[in-house]
């Protein structure tokens, strides 16, 4: 799960990049505006999850480390 978030940041970064650049060249300023900002917040969340799980990852790993 940890990996296919990660995949999934990386791959909606690229995309608004490739898209919103697109729009720029096309001067649709306020489209490529509302893409990105968009964009973002969808990342926000997906970062959101992304920190939820691992933080789940990284207290297993410290439990281990303190029962030993």
């Not at 940890?2 to 919103?20: G, N, P, Q």
């Not at 933080?55 to 030993?68: A, G, H, K, R, T």
């Amino acid at each position: 799960m940890l990996w296919i978030i990660v995949i999934l940041i990386v791959a909606a970064t690229f995309l608004t990049k490739l898209v919103s650049k697109r729009l720029i060249k096309r001067h649709y300023y306020r489209t490529a505006r509302l893409l990105v900002s968009g964009m973002l917040m969808i990342q926000l969340v997906l970062v959101y999850y992304f920190m939820k799980i691992l933080v789940l990852y990284i207290i297993d790993l410290l439990n281990m480390f303190y029962n030993q």
